[in-house]
C-alpha cells in the first residue's frame, strides 16, 4: 500500500484535519499520479457537510498532476506525462451504456472519486491527498501547455458544459443562453464561444458584466429585470441552466425559440415545476444531463488546450480549505478554487 498526506473532514460541520490515507499498490493496469492540484467544487461542499455521507471523507473530483508509475499492461500512459482524473474512477464497463462510451449513465452506477464503495467495501477517496492510484481507463491526458491549476475544475466543470454543448450542437448560426456565471458558467461561456455560437450571459448579478464580456459573451442580460425577458423573447435555441436553487423555469422557457431546448444542469432541491403550455408552444423541450463519458472528456480536454481555455482560478493553501467552503457556499469566488497539493505536507 502507498501512504498519502490528506485533508479530510469527520462528519458534517467540522473542519478539515490532516491524515494519512492509503491508495493501493499499483496494479497491471494502474496509473500512479503525483497530484499537484485539486479544484474545489460545490459537489465537495454538499458532500462535506451531508449526514448521510461516509466519513471520514477526503474529498475532491478535479484533478490534476503528473504520472509517477504506470502499471505493466498500461498503454496510454507513461512517466512523464500530465494526467487528470474527473468524478468516476470506474463502471462496469459491461453494459449498453458503457459500451456505448456513455460511463457516466452506468446501469450499474460509476464508481465515484470519492464517496463509492471500493473494491473492499471502504468507500473511495478524493483528490485532496498527494497520490491517487486510478485504472488507465478513467484516467484523461492533459495536454502540454495547458497550466494544470487551470486544467483541473475542467475535469468537472468543463465536461459539465461541454456535453451539452456538444449533444445539442452549438456552433455557428446557433444561439445558447447561459444562465447563471460561476465555476461551471464561465467555462460554459468559453467553450460555447469557441465553438461558433453566439453566446448570451443571464445572471442575477449586473456587476458580472464585465466579466460575462471579458470572457467571450457576445452579451448580458440580467434576470432581474423584466426587460431582460421582453427583449431575450424566443432569442435561444439552447439555454443551458448552472443555478443549483430551485427557480421558477417558465419565464426561461418563454426565451426558447421554436425547438429550443433548456438543459438544467444544477441539482436543485425542489422538484423543478413548469407549466406545460410553456413547452407546448414553440415546441420547446426542457431537460437535463450529467458529467460525460470518459471519450468525450478527452475530447473536451483536447479542445480546451487547442482553444486556451482553462478555468479562472484563485489557488490556495491546505490551511484555507474551511474558509474555501464557506466562501464557496456565500458565491464569493471568481471562479474557482483550488488547492495546492503541495502545501498538504
Known sequence: MITVNARATTGPGEPFRPVTIERRDVGPRDVLIDIAYTGICHTDVHYASSPASRYPVVPGHEIAGTVVAVGGEVTRFAVGDQAGVGCMIGSCRDCDKCRAGLEQFCRQGYVRTYGSPGPDGVPTQGGYCEKIVVDEAFVLRIPPGLPLAEAAPLFCAGITM???????????????????????????????????????????????????????????????????????????????????????????????????????????????????????????????????????????????????????????????IDEAYNRVIAGDVRFRFVLDIETLA
Open 162 to 320: 461541454y456535453s451539452p454543448l456538444r449533444h445539442w450542437k452549438a456552433g455557428p448560426g446557433t444561439r445558447v443562453g447561459i444562465l447563471g456565471l460561476g465555476g461551471l458558467g464561465h467555462v460554459g461561456v468559453r467553450i460555447a464561444k469557441a465553438l461558433g455560437a453566439h453566446t448570451t450571459v443571464l445572471d442575477l448579478a449586473p456587476g458580472k458584466r464585465e466579466d460575462g464580456l471579458r470572457l467571450g459573451a457576445d452579451e448580458f442580460y440580467p434576470t432581474t429585470q423584466a426587460a431582460t425577458f421582453k427583449e431575450l423573447d424566443e432569442a435561444f435555441d439552447l439555454l443551458l441552466s448552472t443555478v443549483p436553487a430551485s427557480v421558477d423555469f417558465n419565464p426561461f422557457l418563454d426565451l426558447l425559440a421554436l425547438d429550443g431546448t433548456l438543459v438544467h444542469l444544477g441539482a436543485a432541491p425542489a422538484p423543478l415545476s413548469v407549466s406545460s403550455a410553456s413547452l407546448r408552444l414553440n415546441r420547446r423541450s426542457i431537460a437535463g444531463t450529467r458529467l460525460g463519458g470518459i471519450a468525450e472528456t478527452q475530447e473536451m480536454i483536447d479542445f480546451c488546450a487547442r482553444h486556451r481555455i482553462g478555468a479562472e482560478v484563485e489557488v490556495i493553501e491546505a490551511g484555507g
